[in-house]
């Protein structure tokens, strides 16, 4: 792992609602990730995990405190700023996959690319296809989700997640929706792709099992962190 540092926040604070109906979520988060870097943000439901990795992943904006990633400001962009950067820099792997249900797995892999550059293009679809290859799915490219089990169309979100050469993928709660076994291969997948790639994770779980699985483990309680 590579000792830069790619992503820094400090301070970071985020608060729904105004007045006496304010509740405050997180509560003045600080919080640095180095490329190449593979870690677990475990806490129960409601810690605030899933509203750090929408802030983290520009999906929202945080109240307060300083936001920044490569270098770029991220409090401080516009909205059409931080949507490019999203989709140069970010990968994203939800605990329900979100494939869409009429594209093929190969067209769902394509899709954050296609929509980036306005066209699906044939090396586009060489590389969702190797993407494909290395997630054990050559033979269901041209499967619907429908087709495929929940761990085959979850190996098909992280291959789209990484469409893009991500720079950090976040990942919320991935293996939440599958059995042990099946969140352990899906894990297993992950941690070679970190292996294999300069890609970062951050992986949002309740699960100490599968936090386990991951080098580094940030702890999350009540919107501060406890441990990282």
């Known amino acids: 792992m590579s000792a830069g540092t790619i992503l820094t926040v400090s301070g970071l604070t985020k608060s729904f609602g105004d007045g006496e109906a304010e509740t405050l979520v997180l509560k003045g988060i600080d919080l640095q990730l180095a490329e190449g870097e593979m870690a677990a943000l475990l806490g129960p439901s409601g810690s605030g995990k899933s509203t750090l990795l929408s802030i983290l992943g520009t999906l929202m904006r945080a109240s307060g405190g300083s936001h920044e990633m ?19 820099y970010l990968g994203f792997v939800f605990q329900f996959h979100h494939l869409l249900p009429d594209l093929s797995a190969i067209e769902n892999v394509m899709m954050p690319a296609a929509a980036a550059a306005g066209r699906e293009t044939a090396p586009m ?9 290395a997630m054990g799915l050559a033979e269901r490219r041209d499967f619907r989700p429908a087709a495929m089990s929940g761990g085959q169309r979850q190996r098909v979100a992280v291959a789209r997640a990484l469409i893009n050469d991500p720079v950090l993928v976040l990942a919320d709660e991935p293996t939440g929706n599958l059995d042990r076994q099946t969140a352990d291969e899906v894990m297993a997948l992950i941690r070679s792709i970190n ?10 779980t309740h699960d100490a099992h599968i936090a386990a699985q991951c080098p580094r483990r940030i702890e999350l309680l009540d919107g501060r962190i406890v441990h990282a």
Not at 70 to 88: C, N, P, V, W, Y
Not at 125 to 130: I, P
């Open 70 to 88: 490569l270098g770029t400001d991220l409090m401080q962009a516009s909205e059409a700023e931080r949507t490019e950067f999203r989709s140069k």
């Open 125 to 133: 679809r060489s590389k969702a296809g190797e993407l494909l290859d």
């Open 195 to 204: 292996d294999s790639l300069s890609s970062s994770f951050l992986i949002s």
